[in-house]
């Protein structure tokens, strides 16, 4: 037995990348501004130290984002506060030179 098509179940899917997108841009705004305030942080308690907390802070958020699914907006505030942990890691876990800087 064929069912007519659900208009509001058809626009729900049309609006999916929409979402995502903003999702994304959310995240990406989180990464920049963790790695503007890891790089102060960086300074002021140590690459290493850092680094701890900037760990703990994503796993944290990351396990908190999986409580925001389906909750409306909530998802996008937990996936900006998962930004700068990963931006943080993102910028000085990625250094790749023995922790020596030429100059």
Known sequence: MAFPPNP???RATQS?????????AITLLGWGIGGIIGGTLADYLGRKRTM???ILAYSVMTGFTALGMGRGNRLWCLRFAVGPGTGVR???GNRDD???VAG
């Open 8 to 10: 509001s179940r058809f």
């Open 16 to 24: 999916i990348p929409f979402y995502a997108g903003v999702t994304v």
């Open 52 to 54: 701890i907390y900037a």
């Open 90 to 92: 993102m910028g000085h």
């Open 98 to 100: 023995g922790g020596n």
